[in-house]
């Protein structure tokens, strides 16, 4: 039990500083994305630092749930990267842990931070969201800070246009002023133009005192109507020459928190109770509202029989007492005595001057129902809409929640497979698992936003797409599987296209077994005549016969035969001491000796393969191209092979003369 405790204590404290650190990363960078979207709204307003610190605090707590699985992920992927690194993994699999066992102290960890995100979500972040919108929104209505430019007209002060052709920033001084006064309309517009000014704020920052010196202001006396019927005599204005003039400019600098009450309705600032009452209440108001123009559509438009219409208007009167159309029938009537009347014979008997009356006012009844119906359409639609983002915040609150375990069961696993630890590939692999995670969580949000989607299904998608990766990782990782070993299915696809490297021999420093070059010599010959004798017999250039060859289980043994003959030739070679000999033994090919032949082991599957046609088709072009492959590294073999047989007869000859001059030496 102490050794267990130890473990679980080693791995909490190889995961837990590394989260730290991985959280407040991750929210730096989602509040810096989230600061970034709404700078229009913080730069240039003036706003003091308590206000800002209110924005960054009520921003950091409202996106903790979106922070918290990507800190988890890159977390668990560099400690246990770090881990598989470092063989501390690898030593406790020795000791007989599995991998399952080591995860379990995290595993309560990422538990407890997905019951943390929930209870952020539904008790701390609706107060947050509610404060910062409320905040957000009082930015927005702010009046940007006065910075008044040179040489431009400046549009920032409401109904003020003012150009400043130079400015002294040191007294304050305004010069060459020309100022545009709409505060009372554009018809009685005042133009004020002065050699020099000077504006401030008042102390309580409702206006902007603005004194002006040597100048004139224009008005006009008459409005643009009068002075449209004033054509042809002169327009009276009002002009002033001043030698100093102070002028009172409306202007609230102060920042004006709104209501926060305005907002309560937001799904965003609501717990899953709070969502479940507000839908369950609109969803009556929908029905109800959707019975009422059910009702009032069968009793005014669609006229059906007397009964039903009646009762329909009744309806209509139960739901609302304000509701009158006319005289209501009360009584049932008969329509079986009732002849059938031609609507055709009717507007036949209608005279000609009428008819154009009637048509216009039928059509001016169906353009009134259908702007009606247009505005109930709106109103049913925007209810349904304010109900189907409520469901989205309801599970987005669970989803967020259980994503910090899902991607615990990703991101560990996945860091004791590639053994990688630090901020390189874990975190680009971290980064591109959550990429991949946002895109669908965002694109199930939106369609079932919009409607498109089922709630359930729009919601939980991310969910059901990622767990299932999280459960193949933990169990591939848990059995030292090789699902991530690059080398593993590079050799898969080169056996598959028959990528060859080409045989790389060097040459010895220390040899203590030379070559017995007479035997060797022999088995050469014997390899010419079975490359020579196979070739005759095959015809490999041919095309393969697609009945043999998958309906017809068989093997090549001869060809295994010459494949495990030159691979001996290559090995008793490669420790002589002649360049020659090992560059022509280097240039052997390497031989696929099942590559040309039926493609399975089972005789079942080939069948299966050659009856699905194209699946068929491919493997058998592939075969064929192993068969003329072959064919030709069989020539090369012959080619090669009676090169070296000339360099192996010099090197027996050359030992002959050796072995003669120490015997005539002795």
């Not at 970034?36 to 996106?63: H, S």
């Not at 010069?175 to 554009?186: A, E, N, R, S, V």
């Not at 009428?354 to 702007?371: C, P």
């Amino acid at each position: 039990m102490i050794l267990i405790k130890r473990i679980d204590r080693f791995v909490m404290s190889k995961f837990l500083l590394v989260f730290a650190a991985s959280f407040c990363v991750c929210l730096f960078v989602f509040m810096m994305q989230f600061t970034w979207r709404y700078v229009d709204e913080l730069v240039g307003k003036g706003l003091t630092l308590d206000i800002l610190a209110k924005f960054f605090w009520y921003m950091g707590i409202t996106l903790v749930p979106t922070s918290l699985p990507l800190a988890i992920l890159l977390a668990s992927l560099i400690a246990f990267g770090n881990m598989g690194e470092q063989l501390e993994l690898l030593a406790m699999k020795s000791a007989g842990i599995p991998l399952i066992r080591i995860m379990a102290p995290l595993i309560c960890v990422a538990m407890m931070l997905g019951g943390t995100s929930f209870y952020f979500q539904n008790k701390t972040s609706p107060e947050a969201q509610l404060k910062l919108t409320t905040l957000l929104l009082s930015m927005k209505q702010t009046s940007p800070a006065l910075e008044i430019p040179e040489g431009v007209f400046y549009n920032g002060v409401p109904n003020v246009n003012l150009y400043v052709q130079k400015k002294n920033v040191a007294t304050g001084m305004l010069y060459q002023i020309i100022l545009y006064k709409t505060d009372q309309g554009f018809e009685k517009a005042q133009i004020v133009l002065a050699d020099s000014g000077r504006m401030e704020m008042t102390e309580d920052k409702q206006h902007l005192l603005l004194d002006l010196w040597q100048g004139e202001q224009f008005q006009n006396l008459q409005s643009q109507n009068m002075v449209g019927s004033l054509r042809n005599s002169d327009v009276p204005y009002d002009r002033e020459t001043f030698t100093q003039k102070t002028i009172l400019i409306d202007f609230d600098a102060n920042f004006n928190m709104i209501d926060a009450n305005m907002l309560r309705d937001m799904a965003q600032a609501k717990n899953m109770r709070q969502i479940e009452l507000s839908v369950d209440t609109m969803s009556t108001e929908l029905d109800s509202l959707g019975r009422v123009n059910y009702y009032d559509a069968v009793a005014r438009v669609y006229r059906l029989d007397g009964e039903k219409t009646s009762e329909a208007r009744n309806e209509m009167r139960k739901s609302d007492p304000y509701y009158s159309y006319g005289e209501y029938r009360t009584q049932k009537v008969d329509t079986k005595n009732v002849p059938a009347i031609s609507f055709e014979k009717l507007w036949a008997d209608v005279p000609n001057n009428e008819k154009l009356a009637y048509t216009q006012s039928a059509a001016s009844q169906v353009s009134g129902y259908k702007i009606d119906l247009d505005w109930r359409q709106q109103m049913s639609s925007q209810t349904a809409s304010f109900i189907r983002k409520h469901w989205v915040e309801w599970h987005q609150k669970m989803t967020l929640s259980l994503a910090c375990i899902i991607f615990f069961f990703i991101g560990a696993p996945l860091g004791a497979i590639i053994r990688k630890g630090g901020l390189g590939l874990p975190a680009v692999i971290s980064v591109i698992i959550f990429v991949f995670y946002f895109i669908l969580n965002t694109s199930g949000m939106k369609m079932a936003r919009d409607g498109s989607w089922n709630m359930v299904f729009g919601m939980w998608l991310s969910t059901v797409v990622l767990a299932p990766l999280g459960v193949f990782l933990t169990y591939k990782s848990n059995g030292d599987s090789v699902v991530f070993n690059i080398d593993v299915y590079m050799q898969t696809m080169r056996r598959f296209f028959g990528w060859r490297t080409k045989r790389n021999i060097p040459r010895k420093e220390v040899i203590i077994d030379n070559p017995d070059y007479p035997a060797v010599y022999e088995r050469i010959e014997n390899l010419k005549a079975a490359c020579h004798s196979y070739n005759e017999r095959h015809k490999l250039y041919l095309a393969p016969n697609y009945f043999r060859l998958f309906f017809r289980h068989n093997i090549d043994r001869e060809v295994e035969q010459i494949g495990e003959t030159l691979e001996n030739i290559v090995t008793e070679l490669s420790n002589t001491r002649s360049k020659n000999i090992l560059h022509l033994i280097n240039q052997y090919p390497q031989i696929y000796v099942h590559a040309h032949t039926t493609p399975f082991d089972l005789h079942r599957w080939n069948i299966l393969a050659g009856i699905v046609f194209p699946f068929g088709l491919i493997l058998w072009a592939r075969i064929w191209r192993f068969r003329l492959r072959l064919f030709r590294d069989i020539k090369v073999i012959q080619k090669t092979s009676d090169e070296l047989l000339i360099q192996i007869q010099q090197e027996i000859q050359a030992e002959r003369f050796t072995k003669s001059e120490e015997t005539d030496e002795s």
